[in-house]
């Protein structure tokens, strides 16, 4: 098989091709040997896609806005940079068909509809691929005199499933490199539309409930596993009384900052203990200068897909 090419193998023999000690044949179900016998040349078949994955991205748009902010870095750097390490991070996420992407801000009102700066875009599906069916392994023999019909029809079987597998791997690198094309397509049209957006500082408040029932929602209508990324300080200041269930969703908070070195310590205790009632998974946080592209895509790419 050509390198990259993602099959599992799996054997359809109905029989099992073995060496006997001191003979030297193919062994049929039956028990007969027939000396001079190739062994059944085995097949493979394509590895499934695996569950779909949907990417969630939030970023605080009133960073600064409330009364327990960070001077160290003021408007608009928190969301700029979100902006552009989400983009920078699309290339490496592995994504493929299937998986999905949104993008909504944080602010006084985040499950208002307006917050969606990048709408739920799904990575478009291959059409079905059509493979040839696979040759028919003869029967084993049921005595010696069958050895010589056994011995040609395994010759011919194994003559076609060689060819078999020749276009099985010119089908399967085909589609593969279609999907890669798909794939590349969507991620530059999608870093257009973040590179695109504009926020605009929000001085009401900080709802990071409403954000999180947004993406609970998203996550909750989308099956597969899901993966939220939060760029904030992680101060609610609206007391938004929706609590959603993010079901076992992997959590990562990132350009996480305040000036209060106690005050941030706490903020990630109480959030980690959050987030644990909200049925998702422990929660990582990233510091803002621990927060780079290959940060965020490495702990993206942690629990696998």
């Known amino acids: 098989m050509a390198k990259g090419l993602r099959a599992r193998l799996s054997l359809v023999l109905p029989l099992v091709a073995a060496l006997v000690a001191g003979a030297c044949g193919g062994l049929g179900s039956s028990g007969v040997v027939c000396p001079g016998a190739p062994s059944l040349e085995a097949l493979w078949t394509p590895a499934g896609a695996g569950d779909s994955i949907t990417y969630g ?3 605080d748009r009133a960073y600064t806005g409330d009364a327990k902010r960070s001077p160290s870095y003021p408007w608009p750097q928190l969301p700029m940079t979100a902006l552009n390490t989400v983009a920078g991070a699309l290339t490496s996420l592995d994504l493929r068909p299937g998986d999905s992407v949104f993008g909504t ?3 006084h009102n985040s499950n208002d509809m307006r917050e969606i700066f990048l709408p739920l875009s ?3 599906k291959s059409s079905a691929t059509e493979y040839p069916p696979a040759p028919t392994p003869p029967k084993a023999p049921l005595n010696q005199l069958e050895c010589n019909d056994y011995t040609a029809k395994v010759r011919a079987y194994n ?3 060689n060819e078999w597998k020749t276009k099985m791997e010119d089908i399967t690198q085909r589609a593969a490199a279609q999907d890669a094309r798909t794939v590349a397509t969507f991620i530059e049209r999608t870093q257009v539309a973040i590179r695109g957006a504009s926020p605009v500082q929000d001085p009401v408040g900080t709802d990071i409930y409403g954000g999180l029932a947004v993406a609970g929602g998203v996550f909750g209508a989308n099956p597969g596993k899901h993966k939220l990324v939060l760029f904030s300080d992680m101060t609610d200041t609206i007391g938004n009384p929706i609590r959603p269930d993010l079901g076992q969703s992997d959590i990562v908070v990132g350009l ?3 000036d209060d070195p106690s005050d941030q310590g ?3 205790r109480d959030w980690e203990t959050t987030f644990k009632t909200l049925n998702a998974r422990a929660p990582v946080f990233l510091p803002w200068a621990a927060t780079t592209v290959d940060k965020i895509v490495e702990q993206l790419k942690a629990t696998g897909r």
Do not use: E
């Open 159 to 161: 003559a076609a499933a």
């Open 57 to 59: 991205f939030l970023i």
């Open 122 to 124: 799904q990575v478009p």
């Open 105 to 107: 801000w944080i602010s």
């Open 266 to 268: 706490k903020g990630q």
């Open 256 to 258: 996480y900052h305040r």
